[in-house]
């Protein structure tokens, strides 16, 4: 009961602070329009979301609240009644949490006291909410009894899900039907199988042939901007996840490449009107020079000294680009516009379609020379230098040379995003080269599992993607990366996917039997 | 005998402290030397200098006649020279396997253009550094674990994993600090044995550092005994045994005193048996 006792008023704090803080910076609000968005009904951003759809979404932190206040380990062969315990603890805890701060607005707003001039997004309409449409005092107890009666519900619940015996046997069943799905002679067959193999890669291709071409400009542009990203995640993946040196101002090479393409192809300032694939090759060529550059002299530093000064490199190639210095070579703060698309045998490919097969072909091919590289000789002496640099110099790896090959790879790597990206857009400016893309490159490597190729994919398109589709938390992006980072830190900090050695002493590689 | 590795007056400074003082060491090819001394006797550093971590600040350090001294780190390893760490280092998020096919490193040239590329030397050196990466764990008695994290490895397992890894580079000089560190009997007993057939079965010349005598005495074809930084003997484990600057140097002045005379009682307790 102890246990119980404790598990309750722990989560109910934990809870009654974050229900506290989503109401002070407005998510309540965008909470409830994300559940009427679930349930279909759209509401246009700004504006309150109808009241049953605030009732949902306060239970469902309530049932959460509940079910992990019954977490175990709780004392005694029965776990019913202590989990009871601990959602109802934790759910009153919760509740005075909130009842009070509702009470104190809910008085402030029948004084007609704005409290936006403090608090900018608590607007009288969502205290409103808050309250359930009454007055402070039925609201703030309306409250207290909808998250205690939901925290009560999710222990239950929880508690329930996990005893039941028909429960478990039946998520025991699909576990073990999947697993034995997975290792059965037949799966094994089919996937050693190279007409199976061939017959699923032509589906992919036929679906990534297809797919652009159906769904739509907007569709195009979203997903395109995930293609670059993971190019960039891939590239920081090679200098940060494999040779484990931190790069923080990575967009300095992306801007590299972007100014090198654009500055070629664009008919102001220079009015150079190259060919597009020879810019692209020099963008890529003149962002991995500057790499190598910027390594020369630090590289054969140990520590932190990459992360800092490419940090420095960002912020200066940004300032210079903007400098009325470097306006008549570079266009300055407004940017250059009209930069020219891809064009082959005369022809000249630049609709949404067009772009997207381009980034779709440009994805494959870095992610094909990572595969390549990652577990080459080079990238094994990578590894070596990430985990031990002084044991690595021992066995004969020059530390400094592979940490530069690296990190000029990458950011060639990013040269490529950046052209791209030029090109697709048809305009590049100083904005686009911001810190925050640099940031946002860190946090979907390490989200996705530093080190993995996999990995990149996937961090690209929960950090990039999803922003897209879940537009109602925009404002939020920061703060919900923040968050992302702090329990990804907590509880897997290795990353979604996280990489994985291979097994070299039983099974020789693919490539290995042909030789 | 030719030497295979030979220091001439060798001072490693640290700031004001004398680490390693104008020391002369000679190693004959396919011999096992030891390195003996108290804590802080500057063993450590100078395996450091001859491996290429620190460049001495005098003197010579020749291996096979040519000299090598201030030479980079992955150089020295290229040359030849193998060793192992007093706390074990290995890559231990790498698998076992793995780490010995890095030790292979310097003896492959494939870059990162034939990694792309899968070319033909890329493919070749790959299969064979797996092999001799098999080949090695079965040496070492690690067959099966090959595909195990380093760092999950048991203690002895990673002991011998690091000197699998060693010897990946076909060295023709081994150094090894301290490989029978926190050892049992019976773990020290293998490891001896398992030294000496490095020796009589590759032909390599050995040199390590080591804290426990038994195995000194019992493995060493020289000694070389370091003081605050100074040689203070050389010679047979039975010439090092009785000299008195080395019992002096392990139990304090008037050690050797002390050592004779607990050595004449047990012999007359002896005498008294018979």
Known sequence: MKTATRN????????????????????????????????????????????????????????????????????????????????????????????????????????????????????????????????AVTGSLLSLVLLTVSSVAGS??????????????????????????????????????????????????????????????????????????????????????????????????????????????????????????????????????SGLLIGLPILNLRGDYLAIVTLGAAEIVRILLKSDLMTPY????????????????????????????????????????????????????????????????????????????ALALSAAIAGLAGALFASRNQFTGPDDHQLMVAINVICLVIVGGIGNIPGVFLGAFALKGLPEVLREIENYRMLVFGILLIVMMRLRPEGFLPAKRPALEKNTPPSGQEA | MQACIETRQVSKIFGGLTAVNSVDLTVPEKSIASIIGPNGAGKTTLFNCISGYYKPEHGQILFYGSPIQGQQTFAVAALGIARTYQNIRLFGDMTAIENIMLGQYPRFSAN???????????????????????????????????????????????????????????????????????????????????????????????????HDMRVVMDISDQITVLDYGTKIAEGQPKDIQSNQRVIEAYLGPGGSTLTRKYQQRKKQRHDAKN
């Open chain 1, 156 to 289: 239950a619940l929880a508690v329930t899900l996990r005893t039941n015996a028909k429960v478990r046997g039946f998520f025991q069943k699909a576990a073990e039907s999947y697993t034995n799905a997975i290792h059965s002679e037949r799966a094994i067959k089919l996937r050693n199988n190279p007409s199976a193999r061939y017959a699923f890669l032509a589906l992919v291709a036929a679906a990534l042939i297809i797919l652009p071409r159906t769904w739509g400009g907007y569709w195009n542009y979203v997903l395109g901007t995930v293609g670059i990203y993971i190019i960039l995640g891939l590239g920081l993946n090679i200098i940060t996840g494999w040779a484990g040196q931190l790069v923080i101002g990575y967009v300095a090479f992306f801007a590299v490449g972007a100014y090198t393409f654009a500055l070629l192809t664009a008919p102001a300032p220079h009015h150079l009107m190259w060919n597009f694939w020879l810019a692209l090759i020099l963008g890529v060529l003149a962002a991995g020079i």
């Open chain 1, 8 to 135: 309750g008023f722990q989560t109910g704090i934990t809870f009654g602070v974050i229900v506290v803080t989503m109401f002070l910076i407005g998510f309540t609000v965008i909470g409830a329009a994300l559940v009427a968005k679930i349930f279909g009904t759209s509401v246009s951003s700004g504006s309150i979301p109808p009241l049953p759809f605030f009732v949902i979404f306060i239970s469902l932190v309530g049932l959460w609240n509940g079910a992990t206040a019954a977490r175990r380990p709780l004392t005694g062969a029965d776990e019913f009644k202590p989990a009871l315990v601990a959602g109802l603890l934790a759910g009153l805890v919760t509740g005075i949490f909130s009842a009070v701060v509702a009470l104190v607005f809910g008085m402030l707003a029948a004084n007609k006291i704005d409290v936006r001039t403090y608090l900018v997004a608590i607007s009288p309409e969502s205290i409103k909410m808050y309250l359930f449409g009454q007055d």
């Open chain 2, 112 to 210: 990162w253009v034939d990694a792309i590329l899968s070319t033909k030397r890329e493919r070749n050196e790959e299969k064979q550094a797996i092999e001799e990466g098999r080949r090695l764990l079965k040496f070492v008695g690690l067959d099966g674990m090959g595909d195990t994290l380093a760092r999950n490895l048991p203690y002895g397992a990673q002991r011998r994993l690091e000197i699998a890894r060693a010897l990946a580079n076909q060295p023709r000089l081994l150094l090894l600090d301290e490989p029978t560190a926190g050892m049992n009997p019976q773990e020290t007993d293998k490891m001896t044995h398992f030294i000496r057939s490095l020796r009589d079965t590759l032909g390599i010349t050995i040199l390590l550092i080591e």
């Open chain 1, 330 to 405: 570079t266009a300055g703060p407004r940017g250059i516009r009209d930069i020219g698309g891809p064009t082959l045998f005369g022809r000249s490919f630049t609709s949404d379609v067009d772009f997207m097969y381009l980034i779709i072909i440009a994805v494959l091919v870095v992610s094909f020379l990572a595969y390549r590289l990652q577990n080459s000789r080079t990238g094994k002496a990578w590894v070596a230098v990430n985990q031990d640099e002084t044991v690595a110099r021992a066995t004969g790896i020059n530390a400094y040379t592979s940490k530069l090959l």
